[in-house]
Antibody
Framework: EVQLVESGGGLVQPGRSLRLSCTAS????????MSWVRQAPGKGLEWVSF??????????EYAASVKGRFTISRDDSKGIAYLQMNSLKTEDTAVYYC????????????WGQGTMVTVSS | EIVLTQSPGTLSLSPGERATLSCRAS???????LAWYQQKPGQAPRLLIH???SRATGIPDRFSGSGSGTDFTLTISRLEPEDFAVYYC?????????FGQGTKVEIK
């Protein structure tokens, strides 16, 4: 079964850091771009970050709202994608979904169950 | 950044009826990189349509997508009870991905 499982969410104070992990199974992880999408409580979906596959030098993209604070990475040998979140703000509070992107990178076909990140003092 | 505007905000329909959801982009969406997702309460979104009109794996044929440029449509031909949910459109272009604000399809 193709599956993504996020971990690492929790309650954190503003200005602190948190690292999310996304463990993949059921497919060849290194063949797919990966992305993070978040959803604030009661709100819509917001794309956060994207990482390409090794053949494209694992280049990364970020939403303007997180650029310079968040870093996406991947470990193909372990089948894990990461989201390092620094200088967290209250507006980063959301459910964070790990997603697998289609090979073209244009849409997200597999989603994890999400992990909640709450930024509050 | 391309802004996607979905309409209506809420669609009240009965099972068996046809649902037509609209997604309008502030600029032309390149190569029809337009997707649709369904989200039910407490669940992750599910990809329905990509490339504007291609159904994702396992999606019933009552779901169809159409459109190009700046105007796109998701049609559910006959609503089943499990189709009542929130639907989002999403575009990709210039290394940026954006979502519409969503359309809620509720039972009338």
């Amino acid at each position: 079964e193709v599956q993504l499982v996020e971990s690492g969410g929790g309650l954190v104070q503003p200005g602190r850091s948190l690292r999310l992990s996304c463990t993949a199974s059921g497919f060849t992880f290194g063949d797919y771009p990966m992305s993070w999408v978040r959803q604030a409580p009661g709100k819509g979906l917001e794309w956060v970050s994207f990482i390409r596959i090794k053949a494209y030098d694992e280049t990364t993209e970020y939403a303007a709202s997180v650029k310079g604070r968040f870093t996406i990475s991947r470990d193909d040998s372990k089948g894990i994608a990461y989201l390092q979140m620094n200088s967290l703000k209250t507006e980063d509070t959301a459910v964070y979904y790990c997603t697998r992107a289609l090979s073209r990178g244009d849409a997200f076909d597999i989603w994890g169950q999400g992990t909640m990140v709450t930024v509050s003092s | 950044e391309i802004v996607l505007t979905q309409s209506p905000g809420t669609l009240s329909l009965s099972p068996g009826e046809r649902a037509t959801l609209s997604c309008r982009a502030s600029q032309s969406v390149s190569s029809s990189f337009l997707a649709w997702y369904q989200q039910k309460p407490g669940q992750a979104p599910r990809l329905l349509i990509h490339g504007a009109s291609s159904r994702a794996t396992g999606i019933p044929d009552r779901f169809s997508g159409s459109g190009s440029g700046t105007d796109f449509t998701l049609t559910i031909s006959r609503l089943e009870p499990e189709d009542f949910a929130v639907y989002y459109c999403q575009q990709y272009g210039s290394s940026s991905w954006t979502f519409g604000q969503g359309t809620k399809v509720e039972i009338k």
